[in-house]
């Protein structure tokens, strides 16, 4: 399963805020809500918050097995 735990590691890490992505760089709440039930969202705003964060993709997903 993917699971958007690094995303918060990372946002706390950096100068922005779910405020700020959503007022400055116009990410919906939509979006930020599901990063928060780790439900899926497109690469388009993958890349989209890798370009504001200037981060990689693992530092925002990563794949769980739900097998283990």
């Known amino acids: 399963m993917i699971k958007y735990t690094p ?3 990372t946002l706390k890490k950096s100068n922005e805020s779910t405020y700020t ?3 400055k760089y116009n990410i919906s709440s939509a979006t930020i809500d599901r990063l928060r039930k780790n439900q899926g969202i497109s690469t ?3 890349d989209d918050l890798c ?4 981060c990689r993709v693992e530092d925002i997903i990563v794949y769980e097995d739900e097998g283990k």
């Open 51 to 54: 370009r504001i964060l200037k």
């Open 44 to 46: 388009m705003k993958l």
């Open 7 to 9: 995303f918060w590691e």
């Open 21 to 23: 992505l959503i007022h």
